[in-house]
């Protein structure tokens, strides 16, 4: 890596920062290609490419949270790192970045508001009663994969006779799928009792974590429910530390909410076959003498 008239080249493949360091400079591509990418159990992810005249990390000027992504030069570019105390006189020198900044921000905002967009546009598709509760959150499961960047994930229900939540469908997870959880027990257990949407960037600092055969760090958690009632959660996990944000946990809860509608449509269906069923049974039966 060799110093430039302002920025510094970078070769290609060369790492500028990666996935869980901690961020306090923000990025501008003077020339070049950057790819944005993460690794997860099934191989490397690319999230994105940015150009020339693009920005990025530029959140770690105002939250200084660890990098959520590792970024790399493709093809070889020129980057100018900019931190808090060059940003201002980097700004008067060149205004153009504040509106650069700006207009980063306003893109992510807006395709946060797309994807909550998409989120009602398929709303009727989770509305649909499927053949059974499993198919119905394995609808719901790979919605939330479509969504949000995860190696594992999983829809509990509870079993209100029993008082357990229970796996009825799950992504990237090994034997972990037989697992039974109290209402309380655990972060699932204990959100399904809150009905508070829980962003968790280190399981392993947490007290109510049961580890199981499936590497979780990174964990999004939210109950499903309806007037006042939860009856499941919605789990999204990451092998690595730092990696969600308050957008995913946004879209999780949103998410979560047309979760609720799918799966009580589902469960009101079987309700009214057998009250049908019942009624038809009785209507066939002889009278009393």
Same mark, same amino acid.
């Given at each position: =890596?060799?110093?430039?008239?302002? $920025? +510094?080249?970078?070769?290609?493949? &060369?790492?500028? %920062?990666?996935?869980?360091? +901690? ?9 070049? /290609? ?21 920005? %990025?990390?530029?959140? !770690? ?7 959520? *992504? ?34 980063? =921000? ?36 790979? &919605? !939330? ?10 829809? =509990? ?12 469908? !799950? ?6 799928? +037989?697992?039974?959880?109290?209402? $309380?027990?655990?972060?699932? $257990?204990?959100?399904? /009792? ?20 499936? +590497?979780?760090?990174? =964990? #999004? ?5 309806? &007037?006042?009632?939860? %009856? ?8 690595? &530390? ?8 946004? #879209? ?6 047309? *979760?609720?509608? *799918?799966?009580?449509?589902?469960? @009101?269906?079987? @309700?009214?076959? @057998? !009250? ?14």
């Amino acid at each position: =890596m060799r110093e430039g008239e302002l $920025g +510094k080249t970078y070769n290609d493949g &060369e790492v500028i %920062f990666k996935e869980g360091e +901690k961020g306090e400079v923000m990025y501008v591509i003077q020339a070049g /290609k950057v790819r944005i990418k993460r690794d997860s159990t099934s191989g490397e992810l690319t999230l994105g490419v940015l150009e020339t005249g693009e920005i %990025f990390g530029e959140m !770690a000027l105002f939250d200084r949270l660890p990098r959520s *992504a590792t970024v790399v030069a493709l093809g070889g570019a020129r980057i100018l790192s900019v931190d808090r105390k060059k940003l201002f006189p980097t700004i008067s020198r060149d205004p153009t970045l504040l509106f650069k900044i700006l207009e980063t =921000m306003s893109q992510r905002i807006r395709k946060l508001d797309d994807e909550i967009g998409k989120l009602n546009k398929r709303r009727s598709e989770l509305r649909i009663v499927c053949s059974n509760i499993e198919k119905t959150c394995d609808t719901i499961l790979q &919605e !939330a994969r479509r969504i949000i960047v995860a190696d594992s994930g999983s829809v =509990m229900l509870l079993d209100e006779k029993e008082g357990y939540l229970s796996i009825k469908a !799950a992504f990237g997870l090994k034997s972990d799928t +037989k697992i039974r959880l109290k209402i $309380g027990e655990g972060i699932a $257990g204990d959100v399904l /009792k809150t009905g508070r949407a829980e962003l968790i960037d280190n399981v392993l600092t947490d007290l109510r974590f049961l580890p199981g055969t499936t +590497k979780v760090t990174s =964990m #999004l958690c939210a109950p499903i429910g309806c &007037e006042g009632r939860n %009856f499941g959660v919605i789990n999204m996990s990451y092998a690595s &530390e730092n990696v969600f944000s308050a957008n995913d946990l946004k #879209l999780i809860r949103a998410l979560a909410v047309y *979760a609720s509608i *799918a799966i009580q449509n589902e469960q @009101n269906f079987f @309700n009214l076959k @057998n !009250a049908t069923d019942d009624l038809l049974r009785r209507a066939t039966l002889p009278d009393a003498p």
